[in-house]
């Protein structure tokens, strides 16, 4: 451990936004990693108990259950309910519409992390850059003849290049993985959403109880 930090101290200065990159895309990558489930983003108990409730035109406990349930496609599936009485067009619009608001909730931090994966190497070529004009100092001033003094601007040179190297590379990874993940529910919730729209679309709904469904309101 202390020859881990003794490299750390050895990188220079720019060891210093390396390890902010480090600790930031290690807390978007933890982020991601709980909320980007399908548990999360697309519950089977909530899809299957959502379609029950439409095929069987409770329309009231349909929009009842989305308002209770706090996931993306519970605000799509919402925002059609309410437009249960329109055409087949004007529902698919109202889904459309809350569902290009919720890729925002999907995509959330992934420009950041992105970000993070492009200048994390760069930040180790820098360090790289001020390691080399420290030994080219040193050479200036003592010539090459002391090899321990040529070693700092060396050390800092290779040290904040693997470091950004070691940070860029695995947040790309965990990048490209999460868009595919992203991408994955988008298809998803879109097949899923047409599915609700043609439900919706068949006719005219008639609603199993007195509530006014259209007094309620989108969250």
């Known amino acids: 451990m202390f020859q881990f930090f003794a490299y750390i101290f050895k990188g220079g200065i720019m060891m210093v936004p390396i390890g902010l990159c480090s600790i930031l895309a290690l807390a978007i990558i933890i982020d991601r990693l709980l909320h980007l489930r399908e548990s999360k983003i697309l519950p089977p108990s909530f899809l299957n108990e959502i379609k029950t409730l439409l095929n069987q035109k409770k329309i009231s406990e349909?929009?009842?259950?989305?308002?209770?349930?706090?996931?993306?496609?519970?605000r799509i599936f919402e925002a059609g309910i309410l437009k249960h009485r329109r055409n087949r067009e004007?529902?698919?619009?109202?889904?459309?519409?809350?569902?290009?608001?919720?890729v925002v909730f999907l995509e959330r931090y992934l420009d950041a992390l992105a970000?993070?994966?492009?200048?994390?190497?760069l930040l180790g070529l820098l360090g790289t850059v001020t390691g080399m004009i420290e030994v080219f100092q040193v050479i200036s001033l003592q010539g090459v003849g002391d090899p321990n003094a040529l070693s700092g601007?060396?050390?800092?040179?290779?040290?904040?290049?693997?470091?950004?190297?070691?940070?860029?590379?695995?947040t790309l990874v965990f990048h490209n993985y999460f868009q595919k993940r992203v991408n994955h529910f988008l298809l998803a919730m879109e097949?899923?959403?047409?599915?609700?729209?043609?439900?919706?679309?068949?006719?005219?709904?008639q609603l199993t109880?007195?509530?006014?469904?259209e007094t309620?309101?989108?969250?």
């Open 62 to 74: 349909a929009l009842e259950l989305c308002q209770k349930t706090w996931q993306p496609v519970s």
């Open 90 to 102: 004007e529902i698919k619009e109202a889904i459309e519409n809350v569902g290009k608001q919720e």
């Open 115 to 121: 970000t993070i994966a492009s200048i994390s190497p």
């Open 153 to 170: 601007g060396i050390s800092e040179a290779l040290i904040t290049t693997a470091a950004g190297l070691l940070v860029g590379i695995p």
């Open 191 to 205: 097949k899923t959403s047409l599915e609700v729209v043609e439900i919706l679309a068949e006719g005219t709904t």
């Open 209 to 213: 109880d007195d509530k006014n469904i």
């Open 216 to 219: 309620w309101q989108i969250r």
